[in-house]
């Protein structure tokens, strides 16, 4: 075996070894939003905070209907005013800001 042929099994191994332990914030799978029909609220108006501890500001938050966590962030939401507020640290990604985002949407 020569050396670029150890080097690329080297680069197989460590892509595969990085899917075993995926990074949540690096999940870039597509997905399909929920119909209107099945969304909490259909039109959301989304704000964006960036603090050191998500988890804090959304426990907190007044008025709220809800919220959901995950790792890097999280999200609340007040149904009659169809306002979502995701926030993250500063450590996050479009990726996350989607999840957030379609939880705010499904209101669970």
Not at 43 to 54: A, N, Q, T
Not at 74 to 88: G, P
Request: aromatic share 6%; proline share 6%.
């Amino acid at each position: 075996m020569t050396a670029i042929d150890k080097l690329k099994c080297m680069v197989v191994v460590a892509l595969w070894a990085g899917t075993a332990t995926a990074d949540p914030l690096m999940d870039f799978s597509m997905f399909n939003p929920p119909e209107v029909s099945q969304r909490k609220i259909a039109e959301p108006m989304v704000s964006w905070l960036i603090r050191s501890s998500p988890e804090a500001v959304c426990t907190q938050a007044q008025p709220k209907d809800g919220l959901a966590r995950r790792p890097e962030g999280c999200v609340y939401w007040h149904l009659a005013s169809a306002r979502c507020t995701i926030v993250t640290t500063t450590h996050t990604s479009h990726s996350q800001l989607g999840h957030l985002f379609l939880h705010c949407l499904q209101g669970r």
